[in-house]
């Protein structure tokens, strides 16, 4: 089975419902309003790309109380591929992330041929959606329970953003602010769900079972500890977005891991979260570890402009380790605030 999917792209027409709407009324698939629920609550997203007129089939969600369930509805007469492309570009997820279920063979294999990352599922399959490994993750996260309305509040934001001047400008109205605090067991499934889902803001690509993050917990005093960084605004609640984790060396600490959701990426934040953690010790001796994943260069670049040069390399080469005096550290973006 392929990857865990982020969103499932639905048909309308005799696949969410049976009937077509344009030719009179139709009848909701209790089975589909099932599954739809409960990946919703897993956190999956959905959206649609269906052939017909927008508004008659945005009416007929409404009657149902089913349009608040979906993100980027594209119903109209374009290709469906081109519509798949569309919703995953307003997302901002990858195409192998999306599942797309139609009743239609034809549109299903047209799908498949211009879209080869993206799975197709028959409609008759609709009910067991939830029982596809594909759609189960091993933990239902807060912040995964949470995910759809996330994703709102960022549609509320964009359309914010277009009022100000500059993107600075917007920033500073929203109002976000930060708490970095010590991990809790209850945190432990959101952040491997960080490690294995954060790819470009991941320094090392590290991953840590729940039995070995559970044991961190108990560390001694002036070991290796692992923090959290929650971050909402006026808009609402991104919930954690970033961990890190932090050895204790003889005369300095390093921080060998920091992961930031990729949701709040141009937001400044993992500068915010770097330059508190350092601002955080005592101590004037500051590394940071960096490995190479093919994929997380942006945060080889954020130690550079964070004022990290590099000092040496550990594991055959692979792992850079960056210094910075605190001094040189800047400070936290003045439109994030601390607390």
């Known amino acids: 089975m392929s990857q865990l999917k982020k969103c499932i792209i639905w048909d309308l027409d005799n696949t969410l419902w049976d009937g077509v709407c344009l030719e009179g009324p139709v009848t909701v698939r209790q089975d589909v309003v099932a599954s739809?629920?409960?990946?919703?609550?897993?956190?999956?997203?959905?959206?649609?790309?269906?052939?017909?007129?927008?508004?008659?089939?945005?009416?007929?969600?409404?009657?149902?109380?089913?349009?608040?369930?979906?993100?980027?509805?594209?119903?109209?007469?374009?290709?469906?591929?081109?519509?798949?492309?569309?919703i995953t570009h307003d997302l901002d997820i990858s195409l192998d992330a999306v599942a797309f279920i139609d009743d239609d063979p034809f549109e299903r294999e047209q799908v498949e041929y211009m879209l080869p990352e993206v799975v197709t599922i028959p409609s008759e399959e609709a009910g067991s959606?939830?029982?596809r490994a594909d759609?189960?993750?091993?933990?239902?996260?807060?912040?995964?329970?949470r995910r759809r309305d996330y994703y709102h509040s960022e549609m509320v934001r964009k359309e914010a953003e277009t009022h100000f001047a500059s993107r600075e400008q917007f920033l500073a109205s929203c109002g976000m602010r930060l708490t970095i605090r010590p991990m809790g067991t209850g945190d432990i499934p959101r952040v491997q769900e960080l490690m294995t889902?954060?790819?470009?803001?991941?320094?090392?690509?590290?991953?840590?079972?729940?039995e070995e993050l559970t044991q961190l917990l108990s560390s001694p005093p002036g070991g290796v500890r692992v923090v959290v960084a929650e971050l909402r605004d006026k808009f609402g609640e991104y919930g954690i977005v970033g961990t890190a984790m932090i050895e204790s060396l003889p005369s300095r600490?390093?921080?060998?891991?920091?992961?930031?959701?990729?949701?709040?990426?141009?937001?400044?934040?993992?500068?915010?979260?770097?330059?508190?953690?350092?601002?955080?010790?005592?101590?004037?001796g500051f590394e940071a570890s960096f490995r190479d994943t093919g994929r997380n260069r942006m945060m080889r670049a954020l130690y550079q402009m964070m004022g990290f040069t590099e000092?040496?390399?550990?594991?055959?080469?692979?792992?850079?380790?960056?210094?910075?005096?605190?001094?040189?550290?800047?400070?936290?973006?003045?439109?994030?605030?601390?607390?």
């Open 253 to 284: 600490w390093r921080l060998t891991y920091l992961a930031v959701s990729c949701r709040v990426m141009g937001r400044g934040v993992e500068r915010a979260i770097l330059s508190a953690l350092v601002r955080s010790e005592t101590r004037e």
């Open 135 to 145: 759609l189960s993750p091993a933990h239902v996260t807060r912040e995964a329970s």
């Open 36 to 86: 739809i629920g409960e990946l919703d609550r897993r956190g999956i997203l959905h959206s649609i790309a269906s052939r017909g007129e927008f508004d008659v089939a945005m009416n007929a969600l409404k009657e149902n109380q089913l349009e608040e369930y979906f993100l980027t509805p594209r119903i109209n007469w374009l290709p469906k591929s081109r519509n798949i492309t569309s």
């Open 129 to 131: 959606l939830p029982a």
């Open 197 to 210: 889902r954060t790819h470009q803001l991941n320094t090392t690509g590290l991953m840590l079972a729940g």
């Open 311 to 339: 000092h040496s390399r550990q594991a055959e080469g692979h792992t850079i380790i960056f210094q910075a005096p605190a001094s040189r550290v800047p400070p936290v973006p003045r439109w994030i605030r601390i607390e």
